[in-house]
Nanobody
Framework: QVQLVVSGGGLVQAGGSLRLSCAAS????????MRWYRQGPGKQRELVAG???????NYADSVKGRFTISRDNTKNTVYLQMNSLKPEDTAVYYCNVNTVLARQLASYDAWGQGTQVTVSS
């Protein structure tokens, strides 16, 4: 019903930058929050950043000042600009979008496929 397409992962040296994108499509009436999670090797999935429909933003302490989340409501897309990357940022990054479905007018939580981000030291 809702599809998420994630792009932008890859391999980068410490101190470098990457930008992730997540585009939502399908039977969408509206979008509530848009979030990025990550799961590092041997770790639990953690919330990295989130942005509400009203533009309220929150970040994990570990990425504050380095990562920036933004959204383009005209494109149903959320971005994660990652600067000053560290080896500990290495993880699979997942996009999560909470939508209201157009037909059912019901809440639906969509997850994108993970994208690998690897930061070498």
């Amino acid at each position: 019903q809702v599809q998420l397409v994630v792009s932008g992962g890859g391999l980068v040296q410490a101190g470098g930058s990457l930008r992730l994108s997540c585009a939502a499509s399908g039977s969408i009436f509206s979008i509530n929050h848009m979030r990025w999670y990550r799961q590092g090797p041997g770790k639990q999935r953690e919330l990295v950043a989130g942005i509400t429909s009203g533009g309220t933003i929150n970040y994990a302490d570990s990425v504050k000042g380095r990562f920036t989340i933004s959204r383009d409501n005209t494109k149903n897309t959320v971005y994660l600009q990652m600067n000053s990357l560290k080896p500990e940022d290495t993880a699979v990054y997942y996009c999560n979008v909470n939508t209201v479905l157009a037909r059912q007018l019901a809440s639906y939580d969509a997850w994108g496929q993970g994208t690998q981000v690897t930061v070498s030291s």
